[in-house]
């Protein structure tokens, strides 16, 4: 309780978060990442951690704003364009999916809701990595396959692609989701095969899935 008030008061970091709370460092982080792991903390794009969306579904029995959208916009998404479309957040120095829809038949890159991957290959960790904050950004693209000219060209046109970054032969190609705020909260992604979208997946897709990515941004 005293970790949830600290972080409920003003959005805070590990060393904020002992101050606060008089823990010790290694306690602190303990409870953080597991009050994280069920929902009750978020860490933002600036790695402190504030209240968590399973608070709210606790206090009023309503749901994830971001999923509420993602349920009505995915599945036209994947109609659209007959491949596997994905929502992504960050946490920390991952990628979580907390949001899919799939292709009822045919070969599909289905990525299970819950699923963890690096920040450091693929269309969706690219969008992610260009609006972080610069702190993470560095410690991304120091293991990341792609560089700080791509995440420069990704604000540019506002949309990512990658061809057999993430798993060999398949590409996908992601958009930045803003919320209310402007702030980029999330990456929404198509990707299927190689051999049927294509090596240049952004040409094919990108325009709708920016359209998708506003959808979110206005049901949010």
């Given at each position: 309780m005293a970790v949830l008030r600290a972080a409920a008061t003003e959005p805070c970091g590990l060393s904020e978060l002992c101050q606060?709370?008089?823990?010790?460092?290694?306690?602190?982080?303990?409870?953080a990442v597991g009050l994280e792991a069920h929902g009750l903390l978020h860490r933002g794009p600036d790695n402190?951690?504030?209240?968590?969306?399973?608070?709210a579904e606790l206090a009023t029995g309503g749901g994830d704003p971001l999923l509420e959208?993602?349920?009505?916009?995915?599945?036209?998404?994947?109609?659209?364009?007959?491949?596997?479309?994905?929502?992504?957040?960050r946490e920390g120095t991952q990628r979580v999916?907390?949001?899919?829809?799939?292709?009822?038949s045919g070969?599909?890159?289905?990525?299970?809701?819950?699923?963890?991957l690096p920040m450091t290959a693929g269309s969706g960790a690219k969008v992610l990595a260009a609006?972080?904050?610069?702190?993470l950004q560095r410690s991304v693209l120091a293991e990341a396959v792609f560089g700080e000219r791509v995440l420069i060209d990704v604000r540019r046109r506002g949309w990512a692609q990658s061809v057999a970054?993430?798993?060999?032969?398949?590409?996908?190609?992601?958009?930045?989701?803003?919320?209310?705020?402007?702030?980029?909260?999330a990456a929404v992604s198509v990707s299927g095969p190689?051999?049927?979208?294509?090596?240049r997946p952004g040409v094919r897709w990108a325009a709708d899935l920016l359209a998708a990515a506003e959808a979110l941004h206005q049901r949010l």
């Open positions: 606060r709370t008089g823990l010790p460092r290694a306690t602190a982080h303990r409870l402190r951690w504030r209240p968590g969306p399973a608070l959208a993602a349920s009505a916009v995915l599945p036209r998404l994947r109609d659209i364009t007959g491949e596997s479309v994905q929502l992504y957040r999916c907390v949001a899919a829809a799939e292709p009822a070969l599909r890159d289905t990525v299970p809701v819950g699923t963890r609006w972080a904050e610069p702190s970054e993430r798993e060999s032969g398949v590409a996908s190609v992601s958009a930045p989701v803003r919320d209310a705020a402007g702030q980029v909260v190689v051999d049927r979208i294509g090596r």
